[in-house]
């Protein structure tokens, strides 16, 4: 089992900037591919970002490119996510996940992960 803790949410203004924690207790994070999800009122929870185990290459939804990075702390079993430049369209909750084990690419479905934190609201005021 895998418990993953987001942190970081919070209010800002747009073009702003936040970093999300996912603190990992269970397992080593750096065997799992992770990835941060997020879901607005109303809407389907949506890849964002993520990064794989092994060779840890990222992946990054069109929308968020250049704005927002993954990374991974293995000494401190974390995953952040720095948001740069946030957008008022970036409000939503914001999930980090890890993938089904044994999976070395990073999925771009929900479904493919097994393990989801609580989330952290994310609210960007115009």
């Known amino acids: 089992q895998v418990q993953l803790v987001e942190s970081g949410g919070g209010l800002v203004q747009a073009g702003g900037s936040l970093r999300l924690s996912c603190a990992a207790s269970?397992?080593?994070?750096?065997?799992?591919?992770m990835g941060w999800f997020r879901q607005a009122p109303g809407k389907e929870r949506r890849f964002v970002t993520g990064?794989?185990?092994?060779?840890?290459?990222?992946y990054y939804a069109d929308s968020v490119k250049g704005r927002f990075t993954i990374s991974r702390d293995n000494a401190k079993n974390t995953v952040y996510l720095q948001m740069n430049s946030l957008k008022p369209e970036d409000t939503a909750v914001y999930y980090c996940?890890?993938?089904?084990?044994?999976?070395?690419?990073?999925?771009?479905?929900?479904?493919?992960?097994?393990?989801w934190g609580q989330g952290t609201q994310v609210t960007v005021s115009s």
């Open positions: 269970g397992r080593t994070l750096s065997n799992y591919a």
């Open positions: 996940a890890a993938a089904n084990s044994g999976t070395y690419y990073v999925p771009l479905s929900p479904y493919e992960y097994a393990y």
């Open positions: 990064i794989s185990r092994g060779n840890g290459s990222t």
